[in-house]
């Protein structure tokens, strides 16, 4: 392992700004669409689209941070299998935090909502009005969001287990403890 095997200052901000965006968005999503029509059903759904918005825009800065910095090696007790498994998993993490928002804009759009960034940028609409597609894009979006949570699972799990099981540094890469190695 190298001297240094946290990530930057920035990588570490924009993971924790992106996980407590979705821990906060994902419960509401679920929560908001079974309740009836009512002015706090609206707002819900307007707090919903600023999170998603968000984690779009940081998920973006953190593509071109990703692009432009190579990650902290993982520790040589890392057997290849984990390797390939945490590179997947990381890829289709960094896929579905720009897809889920996407296509809750899209879903938006094709139902005849706008989009209104903290109630202030109203959004270009991303497609028209269309109510067929808009009910697919609800299962589309419902979909990739558990699937998300999947992999998020998975995820956690395996920073848990490396560091605490395995005993090896994993949360201080992403700031969690000390910088010291147990």
């Known amino acids: 392992m190298t001297s240094n095997p946290r990530y930057t200052t920035?990588?570490?901000?924009?993971?924790?700004?992106?996980?407590l965006l979705i821990f906060v968005g994902f419960p509401l999503g679920i929560y908001m669409s079974d309740l009836p029509l009512s002015p706090t059903k609206?707002?819900?759904?307007s707090y919903h689209k600023w999170i998603g918005i968000t984690v779009l825009l940081l998920a973006g800065l953190r593509v071109v941070w990703r692009l432009t910095h190579r990650p902290p090696p993982l520790p040589d007790s890392v057997v290849r299998w984990q390797r390939q498994v945490s590179a997947v998993v990381h890829g289709l993490l960094y896929v579905l935090l720009v897809v889920i928002p996407l296509?809750?804009?899209l879903m938006s759009s094709a139902k005849g909502f706008p989009v209104?960034?903290?109630?202030?940028?109203?959004?270009?609409?991303?497609v028209g009005k269309d109510k067929a597609l808009g009910e697919l894009l609800v299962e589309v979006?419902?979909?990739?969001?558990?699937?998300l949570l999947g992999l998020v699972i998975l995820h956690v799990g395996a920073a848990l287990q490396h560091h605490f099981i395995?005993?090896?540094p994993f949360l201080q890469r992403m700031g969690w403890t000390k910088k010291e190695h147990i």
């Open 10 to 19: 920035l990588a570490i901000v924009l993971h924790w700004l992106v996980a």
């Open 42 to 45: 609206l707002q819900l759904y």
């Open 103 to 105: 296509s809750g804009w």
């Open 116 to 126: 209104v960034w903290f109630g202030v940028l109203q959004l270009p609409d991303l």
């Open 141 to 147: 979006h419902q979909a990739l969001n558990f699937t």
């Open 166 to 168: 395995e005993r090896q």
